[in-house]
């Protein structure tokens, strides 16, 4: 996660629209964990006690937002149930990051040796539902803030 703080700073600095929620304590990450029925991986468990949750213009990183695990749009669980609801989300995936055509998810279903699950993303209602994003949340999270840097560093919206 070390590498996320210059990212997401630098990320304020090129879009006004950049919120982050602030920290979670354990008590927050334990409550969604009991909710969940799983351990959080340990780099989605770290996102979370560093930030919460953040947005980045619609953009929704979800995870838990000012302590609240059941509450709004920033928050894993909430839109993990409203996902289950719309399109039968499967009961493995926790929704990190929700859009108008899918849910980029964690994949309790699979865990590698240091405990990460793999970041895949769930497109409802295709013969093909998910695709798999990356390894871990962790290597997700860095790839995707890398990318809005370089294009907003580039004049790209």
């Not at 929704?95 to 964690?106: A, H, I, N, S, T």
């Amino acid at each position: 996660m070390d590498e996320i703080v210059p990212l997401l700073d630098r990320m304020k600095e090129l879009e006004q629209e950049t919120y982050v929620y602030g920290p979670a304590s354990e008590d927050s990450v334990r409550e969604l964990e009991a909710v969940f029925g799983r351990a959080m991986p340990p780099t989605y468990r770290t996102f979370l006690k560093t930030f919460g949750a953040f947005s980045i213009i619609e953009g929704t990183y979800a995870g838990i937002m000012q302590g609240i695990v059941d509450g709004g749009r920033e928050c894993a669980w909430t839109v993990t149930k409203l996902g289950r609801e719309h399109c039968k989300l499967p009961d493995q995936y926790l929704v990190v990051e929700p859009d108008q055509d899918g849910y980029v998810c964690l994949d309790f279903s699979r865990t590698r040796p240091d405990g990460e699950h793999p970041v895949v993303y769930h497109m409802p209602f295709r013969e093909t539902p998910f695709n798999e994003l990356a390894g871990s949340y962790g290597e997700w999270l860095k790839e995707t803030l890398k990318a809005y840097v370089d294009a907003w560093s580039n004049g790209v919206d």
